[in-house]
């Protein structure tokens, strides 16, 4: 792999901040502004909610001057929507960025030509089952001074979805620079459960970010002026919420978090250290059939977890918030005796598996990384096709495939595709070599078993080094023009995403 480039202005050594020195912060609920006819839809009207991308300061942290970011709504992470299901809203999304861009654009990566206006933007919400002129399509980006009215209709199962930039060519910068947020779906299902709620659920995004002495955003480049794109970004200090090293006061007793990696290319591996245990309660696309047990949770860029955690034994003491050997945040319980109402119960939701049998067709679907002639990274693909090839996916609204991901590559993928939720089937290594050279695929060895927590409905999913990772997706929702990629976001922009299409039958 290239290697980054020394940055002009040096990074900041993360032990040089002062730990748990700030209070987590909580992003905003959106208010909407009013009540709006949903166009094209006559007779329905939704709360409409206008969000403006901006450039905002920011305090990172206690001891660092403030941070140049860009923001939906003047926070990051943005204001956090709260949706019932199935009932719908507006948002007008407006660019009122600078333009010039604050990190370095590589105009070599397709779709950010020096032709193209520098700075751009569009907003997806990730896992909405969203229709596609809402859907916020790569190439839909538009400029400071313009904005769009996206409507979201909000009808699926309970749980955490966000909202991010999906700008063609430099989507992972302006999401480095923090353009994200998150959006909740709750229902009645869901609030039968007595799960902790208010105060109790707290929203945790993850962002892992370098920062200059200055304080400063910085990110990678490689020694190429001319293409400065590197194949991944990883930063060496880690943002909850917004904020280094934050910390929070809980009552001993249960709490909800609501877990989103929203890091460029980092994997997650979360734990809790003086025996804090965790039960993990739902992931993507909703809650799980019933809480499971886990000692870490694995979070790939663009997956969540819905974690209750129980302080009630843990009165007057410390916990920190792991992932690896990096802390992420601190838990301080208070001593206080309370009473808790709210129940972890024993079965969440049913979450019947899809059979094999329901699916129309088989897609064998190709992973495939690029290298230089001294094996340096170029880039990704999916099936050995660019964005701009025409569209070879063509799903049947309302049936049922099965997408094999043959991943060849020597890393592992989260692959998310819009609009849909599904389940995944299985993973099994193969013979990459063979499969290369012969074209025949060949498993080498049984399935490899998924995890508790990955038997819910997802919406990304990890495909693994030299494995087959089979899914199995209903295309339920609205026919029209969408994309799947890997969530790496180095990647997506480098030609790891393609479109596809729901066809009516
Ligand atoms: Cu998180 Cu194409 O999305
Ligand atoms: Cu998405
Ligand atoms: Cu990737």
Known sequence: ?????????????????????????????????????????????????????????????RDLPPTRLWSYGGSVPGPT????????????????????????????????????????????????????????????????????????????????????????????LNIYAGMLGLHVIRDEAEDALQLPRGKYEIPLVLMDRDLRVDGQLSYPVSPDDAKPWVPEAFGELHLVNGKLFPYLEVEPRKYRFRVLNGANGRFYRLSLTNGGEMHQIGSDQGLLAAPVSVSAVNLAPGERADLVVDFASHRGTQMLLMSDAFELMQFRVSGAAVTDTSALPAVLRPVPRVAESEAVLTR???????????????????????????????????????????????????????????????????????????????????????????????????????????????????????????HILEHEDNEMMRPYEVVKS
């Open 81 to 172: 929507f709260e949706a019932r299901g199935g009932q719908g809203l507006l948002v007008e999304w407006a660019n009122e960025l600078p333009e010039k861009h604050l990190l370095p654009i590589d105009h070599s990566l397709h779709g950010a030509e020096k032709s193209t206006p520098e700075v751009r933007g569009v907003v997806h919400l990730h896992g909405g089952k969203t229709p596609p002129e809402s859907d916020g399509y790569p190439e839909d980006w538009y400029v400071p001074g313009q904005s769009r009215t996206y409507f979201y209709p909000n009808k699926q199962d309970a749980t955490l979805l966000w909202y991010h930039d999906h700008t063609m060519g430099i989507n992972r």
């Open 364 to 486: 064998r679907l190709t992973l495939d990384e690029q290298l230089n002639p001294v094996a340096e990274s170029m880039g990704m693909l999916l099936n050995k096709t660019p964005w701009h090839m025409p569209i070879t996916e063509k799903p049947v609204l309302s049936t049922t495939e099965i997408w094999e991901l043959v991943n060849l590559t020597d890393d592992t993928h989260p692959i998310h595709l819009h609009m849909v939720r599904f389940q995944i089937l299985d993973r099994r290594r193969f013979d990459a070599f063979e499969y290369m050279t012969a074209g025949t695929l060949r498993y080498v060895g049984g399935s490899i078993p998924l995890e508790a927590n990955e038997m819910g409905w997802k919406d990304t999913a990890r495909v693994n080094a030299k494995t087959v990772t089979r899914i199995i997706v209903p295309f339920v929702g609205y026919p029209g023009r969408y994309v799947w990629h890997c």
């Open 1 to 61: 792999m290239p290697k980054a480039a020394a940055p002009a202005i040096p990074n900041l050594n993360p032990d040089s901040l002062a730990r748990f020195v700030d209070p987590l912060p909580i992003p905003a609920i959106a208010r909407p502004l009013g009540r709006k006819a949903v166009p094209g839809q006559t007779g329905l009207d939704a709360p409409f909610y206008r969000v403006a991308m901006r450039e905002i300061m920011a305090k990172l942290h």
